[in-house]
């Protein structure tokens, strides 16, 4: 999984400088959230167990009133931006959404100079998606304001992951020795890359699944642990969980290998449901492409964990939102 450079930024971003980045932003900004790597233990737990009291208990309050979050999206998103909003508006925070589309961003300004701009308008945190890898960390090591990351090219999408993280919780007493197998297009994938991260730190075993256009053998040394099968029925026995990334015809069509042939090896139907433990779940991050990844069927089925996901994502994010402004609900 490569990733990409910043345009900004005067050289490309490699692994070791997006790690080194974000240490030197969290020693400034210590309620940032720019991955998965950057947060300690303590801090998972005490994200997840802050989002379970939000599902349980209806907010009082409004603990985050007079504060202000940009949220920066250089990507289309519904998902995601419109759960930060709902999460930030539910805490009484005010939001205030820049696009690539319409902002000064269209005319050429850098990624640093709109940052800096939204915080000296007033911003108390920035929650941001780029296509590039590492364009959260720039921010951070620019701006003295907390920086969340909404998916940042092909690096990583940490909120997810810990929704994801929260979603599998509810329905198992434990992730260690929980199989989560993560089928389809790996390569492209922030969502599988956080999840990987996150989920084998505490305890699950991961399971990479696609065609080798996909997913190059390199994706096992993305986390310890981590395994790449290529026959989706031979896998589907030893899963527990089945989460099923977006896959974009487009993508295919220089990758020598068909839609067609996608759907016949690749798509979660009933059948192939069949073939997993019966009190396997199914789980899809979005957008998701009915008659693609799977199947109306699946989608719709008592296993499918998919608007679940989207329901626990606000209040997962209203528990990273608190935790960025330190506020308390």
Do not use: W
Request: aromatic letters at 4%.
């Amino acid at each position: 999984m490569t990733r990409g450079a910043i345009p900004q930024a005067s050289s490309k971003i490699q692994s070791r400088s997006i790690r080194s980045a974000s240490l030197r932003a969290f020693s400034h900004h210590s309620r940032s959230l720019l991955d998965i790597e950057s947060l300690s233990d303590a801090d998972i737990h005490s994200l997840l167990k802050e989002a379970g009291r939000f599902r349980r208990v209806s907010i009082q309050k409004a603990p985050l009133k007079g504060r202000h979050i940009a949220l920066l999206f250089y990507e289309s998103s519904t998902r995601t931006r419109c759960s930060f909003e709902l999460a930030a508006k539910s805490l009484g925070a005010s939001t205030t959404l820049v696009s690539a589309s319409a902002s000064s961003i269209e005319k050429g300004e850098s990624l640093v100079d709109t940052g800096a701009t939204l915080a000296a308008m007033g911003a108390d945190c920035i929650v941001i998606r780029h296509p590039s890898s590492g364009a959260p960390h720039v921010l951070a090591r620019h701006l003295r304001i907390p920086i969340v990351n909404a998916g940042d090219g092909m690096h990583e999408h940490p909120s997810q992951a810990l929704l994801d993280c929260y979603t599998i919780s509810e329905h198992r007493q434990s992730l260690k020795g929980l199989r989560l197998l993560l089928v389809g297009d790996i390569y492209h994938s922030r969502v599988a890359r956080s999840n990987a991260l996150l989920l084998s730190r505490l305890g699950a075993q991961v399971t990479f699944c696609g065609p080798p256009a996909l997913l190059p053998e390199v994706a096992e040394t993305i986390a310890p642990g981590v395994r790449v099968m290529r026959d989706f029925d031979r896998a589907l026995p030893q899963a527990d969980v089945i989460m099923m990334l977006r896959v974009q015809k487009e993508r295919l069509a220089g990758l020598q290998i068909s839609a067609d042939e996608y759907v016949r090896d690749y798509q979660l139907t009933p059948e192939r449901l069949a073939l997993a433990p019966a009190k396997a779940l199914v789980m899809h991050p979005g957008p998701m492409v009915r008659g693609m990844e799977l199947t109306s069927e699946v989608a719709d089925s008592a296993r499918s964990l998919v608007l679940e996901q989207v329901r626990n994502g606000v209040a997962v994010r209203r528990a990273i939102l608190l935790r960025a402004l330190g506020g308390r609900a």
